[in-house]
């Protein structure tokens, strides 16, 4: 499985981006999906998850503020990022689960100024 994330960029605070992962290899529908993110200094985190059947589970941090998406007939993951702030700066990270295998993809980034 290889992962190939974008839509990454700089944003002020109170904007909005919209990250896509477009997947290939394997079969894509039955892959649990995920979008961590890692800030300077600081541990990849979890922010949200969306499973091969769509439920989906989000970070505290995102909670009312992002949306995780799946198109499976575009082998494509999107987070939809509202009300950005500051700290959500960071280098964003799909991940695919997959027969048991975690599948990184590289990172985009997204600068949030105050």
């Known amino acids: 499985v290889q992962l190939q994330a974008s839509g990454g960029g700089s944003v002020q605070a109170g904007g909005s981006l919209r990250l896509s992962c477009a997947a290939s290899?394997?079969?894509?529908?039955?892959?649990?999906m995920a979008w961590f993110r890692q800030a300077p200094g600081k541990e990849r985190e979890l922010v949200a998850s969306?499973?091969?059947?769509?439920?989906?589970n989000y970070a505290d941090s995102a909670l009312g503020r992002f949306s995780i998406s799946r198109e499976n007939g575009k082998n494509t993951i999107h987070l939809q990022m509202n009300t950005l702030k500051p700290e959500d700066t960071a280098v964003y990270y799909c991940k695919s689960l997959y027969f048991g295998m975690d599948y990184w993809g590289k990172g985009t980034l997204v600068t949030v100024s105050s």
């Open positions: 969306i499973t091969s059947g769509g439920n989906t």
């Open positions: 290899g394997g079969i894509f529908s039955i892959n649990d």
